[in-house]
């Protein structure tokens, strides 16, 4: 049962973080690409590269991390990264072809953390399952 426990708990996680990144709004891919996951502390800076990850496919495999059961955060050191999950981009006459008038990303009008963290306990009742 332990090891059930265990399975679920990191696929959980992993589907969590793989949905943010994959949500996350595209203009060069350098916001997709500075997604950290990492153990028991947050990650402190920007990636050192500051890659590039238009399709998010390299950031999403970086969960290997998740290993088992712990606290893990998934962490966004860019300047921009609040920005694009609160909408706070140019609104009303300041909205560009990238935005909504309220100030959001085309791509991602409901952020990307906001919207996955509500669907976290559909995805713990299918894992426990």
Not at 9 to 30: H, M, Q, W, Y
Not at 68 to 88: R, S
Not at 90 to 101: C, E, N, S, V, Y
Not at 109 to 122: D, T
């Amino acid at each position: 049962m332990e090891v059930d426990i265990e399975d679920a708990a990191r696929t959980t996680f992993i589907e969590l973080f793989t949905s943010i990144i994959k949500d996350t709004p595209v203009d060069k891919g350098r916001l997709r690409g500075n997604w950290q996951t990492t153990r028991n502390t947050p990650a402190a800076t920007k990636t050192s590269s500051v890659q590039k990850d238009e399709t998010g496919q390299a950031t999403s495999q970086a969960h290997s991390v998740v290993t088992k059961p712990d606290l893990y955060y998934l962490t966004n050191n860019m300047p921009y990264a609040e920005t694009a999950e609160y909408g706070t981009w140019g609104t009303g006459a300041g909205a560009t072809h990238k935005t909504t008038r309220d100030g959001f990303s085309i791509q991602a009008p409901y952020g990307m953390v906001r919207k996955n963290i509500k669907r976290l306990q559909s995805i713990l009742r299918r894992e426990s399952r």
